[in-house]
């Protein structure tokens, strides 16, 4: 009798559990979509409460963060990997390891070239040092979160992902309260990874089913894919640091944010779209609808939000970051283009490369390397650096659909 009542419940609830499974998806989805928000949050107090210069200052902080961050992303990815392989224990352990050594050659990295960083950006070195310290444990815990990933244990990924950023955004506005300064930012960005990182740890599930790997990305193609996102998203404004005053460095920091509000958003909503997509290899026709629904709703989002940059800079600039900042209120709606253009061949080189398609993978790396290169050569104002982004831009897009065109062009024939 108790098999029987094992049996009916299994069968019973199968429909029941599918949708709590969906739900967590969506809640992992709603976690990104605060996270991004929060940490919109979080400049935005910092450059209201500090002013552009001393915003310039945390710019240089937050960036180099973001590019961190690409690494932490890569060590996730990578774990989530290994718990789907045999000998996942193993292999998840020897990750760890690595990620501990990845994190503090980082570190050192951060302090040993604090005097170096300091004469290049003209900031204090001590939030370098801080900064360095908070990295060593962000690389392991993007391990852990690549575990909860594997296990589908997305409630608890979200929960991590918003604690960290909370804990940003409460200690951007204690630091403003407080009357204190830079380093003490640095020091909260620290801590929350800290803590992130101390309530991460979750022991990964022996995997009997090892079928699903061969479906994964290569790892190699994925890191330089990364890497040029990396530079297309932050060189320009590192090296507008280097070039321009503070003030002006810090106007273009908050410019960068907000310009890039409508990539972030059209990324995350379009993970739902991608994930569709995905699912709908077998059946060309759904497959089609998919891929032209998603590239449908990124444009679509794109193209209003420049239009809002457009229409009413004034109001975006001073919501956000306060009157300081009204001179790049002309040029707004450029970088929100500039952006959205790119969320479209963020998408498509996605697509591709799960396919196993890598030339969008070497565009976007050639792109990146581009930018930086024009921008050394062409950056006496700040349209200068604009217009070689658009350049920049408007040429990886034309390659990326072109290489897109021709693949489907050959499918057909």
């Known amino acids: 009798m108790g098999v029987l009542q094992r049996s009916g419940f299994t069968t019973t609830h199968i429909p029941l559990m599918r949708r709590l499974k969906q739900l967590t998806k969506f809640w992992l989805l709603g976690g990104m979509l605060l996270v991004n928000l929060a940490n919109y949050g979080v400049a935005s107090v910092l450059g209201r409460g500090l002013g552009p210069a001393a ?23 990578q774990a989530a990997r290994a718990s789907l392989s045999l000998n996942n224990h193993a292999k998840l352990r020897q990750l760890r390891q690595i990620a501990w050594v990845v994190g503090a050659l980082n570190g050192l990295l951060c302090a040993g070239l604090a005097g170096f960083w300091q ?29 909860m990933q594997s296990q589908a244990a997305f409630g608890r990924l979200a929960g991590n992902l918003l604690l960290e950023t909370m804990i940003r955004l409460a200690g951007a506005i204690i630091v403003l309260k407080l009357g204190l300064g830079v380093p003490s930012v640095s020091a909260v960005f620290a801590g929350s990874l800290l803590a992130a990182w101390s309530l991460s740890y979750i022991k990964p599930a022996i995997t009997e089913n090892v079928g699903s790997t061969s479906q994964l990305q290569p790892l190699g193609p994925l890191g330089l894919r990364m890497l ?14 280097l070039w321009f005053s503070q003030h002006i460095a810090g106007q273009y920091a908050a410019l960068g944010l907000i310009g890039r509000l409508g990539f972030f958003v059209s990324s995350t909503v ?17 497959q089609r609808q998919a891929f032209w629904q998603s590239v449908a709703m990124i444009l679509g989002i794109g193209i209003i939000f420049s239009l809002a940059c457009w229409a009413m800079p004034n109001l975006l600039i001073k919501g956000l970051f306060g009157s300081a900042y009204l001179p790049i209120a002309g040029v707004l709606w450029r970088y929100a283009a500039i952006a ?11 697509y591709q490369a799960a396919q196993q398609r890598q030339s969008g993978v070497w565009l976007t790396l050639g792109a990146g390397l581009g930018q930086v290169v024009l921008l050394i050569a062409a950056h006496q104002t700040i349209n200068h650096v604009l217009n070689v982004q658009a350049l920049i831009m408007l040429g990886l897009l034309a390659t990326v659909c072109l290489s897109e065109w021709l693949e489907r062009t050959k499918n057909r024939a």
């Open 55 to 77: 915003y310039a200052q945390i710019n240089v902080i937050m960036t180099l963060f973001g590019l961190a961050t690409l690494g932490s992303s890569f060590f996730q990815i």
């Open 119 to 147: 004469n290049l950006f003209g900031t204090s070195p001590t939030p370098l040092l801080l900064l360095g310290f908070g990295l060593i444990s962000y690389y392991p815990l993007g391990v852990e979160r690549g575990i």
């Open 228 to 241: 040029g996102q990396g530079l297309i998203l932050n060189s320009d404004l590192l090296l507008v640091t």
């Open 270 to 286: 379009a993970t739902l779209g991608f994930a569709k997509l995905l699912r709908a290899d077998k059946a060309k026709t759904e």
């Open 340 to 350: 959205g253009g790119y969320a479209v061949v963020n998408f498509l080189v996605a």
